[in-house]
C-alpha cells in the first residue's frame, strides 16, 4: 500500500510542477535568421532609437539600455495619479549561426520612498524629529530619492519594436 501512496505523491508532484504558475515573463524575444551580427546591432541601436533615447549601447555585450520615457499612464489611484514611465532594455545575442533580439519594456510608476519611513540608526521615537530633510537626504539629487516599481510589461511596444528591426533586416519581407 505504501508504494501506491508514494507513485499517487509523486504523480501529483510532476503534475504539480508542469502545470506550475502562469506567470509572463518580462520582454519578448524574436529570431533574426542568419545575419551579420554587427549589421544586426547597429540596426537594433537605430530602430531603438526611433522609440527611445539610447542611454548606452555596448557591441561587445549586446545590450542596448534607453533612458527613461515619461508616459500618461491611466490613474492609478482614486485621487489624481503618479507619474509613469517606460524604461526599455535590447538585447541582441547569437545562438549557433542565428542573432537574437530580446526587448524589455516595463512601465514604471513613482511610489512614496520607503528609504525616508525607515528609522535612522540612534532613532529613538520620542518628541520632534531632530534631523531637517536635508540632513536626512544630503548629498543626493531628487533622482536619487524617487523610488519606481514596475507596474507591468508593455509587450504590444515589445512586439513592435522587435517587428520593425526585423523588417529591417529583412526589407523583402514588406507587405
Known amino acids: 500500500m505504501t508504494m501506491h501512496r508514494y507513485a499517487a505523491a509523486a ?10 504558475c502562469n506567470v509572463a515573463t518580462p520582454g ?11 549589421q544586426a546591432f547597429a540596426s537594433a541601436n537605430d530602430t531603438m532609437s526611433q522609440y527611445f533615447s539610447i542611454a548606452s549601447s555596448d557591441p561587445a555585450t549586446g545590450i542596448i539600455k ?22 526599455a532594455t535590447m538585447r541582441i545575442w547569437q545562438r549557433g549561426k542565428e542573432i537574437l533580439a530580446d526587448m524589455t519594456v516595463a512601465v514604471e510608476r513613482r511610489g512614496d520612498s520607503v528609504l525616508r519611513s525607515m528609522p535612522q540608526p540612534g532613532e529613538n521615537y520620542e518628541g520632534v524629529p531632530n534631523q531637517p530633510p536635508s540632513q536626512r537626504e544630503a548629498a543626493t539629487t531628487t533622482e536619487q530619492n524617487e523610488s519606481w516599481r514596475i507596474e ?6 515589445e512586439e513592435k519594436i522587435l517587428r520593425d528591426l526585423n523588417l529591417s533586416l529583412h526589407p523583402q519581407e514588406k507587405r
Not at 507591468?152 to 511596444?157: F, L, R, S
Open 11 to 20: 504523480i501529483l508532484a510532476a503534475a504539480a510542477m508542469a502545470g506550475g
Open 28 to 38: 519578448s524575444t524574436r529570431m533574426l535568421g542568419e545575419v551579420d551580427y554587427p
Open 66 to 87: 534607453a533612458r527613461p520615457k515619461g508616459i500618461e499612464a491611466p490613474p492609478d489611484r482614486l485621487l489624481g495619479r503618479s507619474p509613469a514611465r517606460q524604461v
Open 152 to 157: 507591468k510589461y508593455d509587450h504590444a511596444t
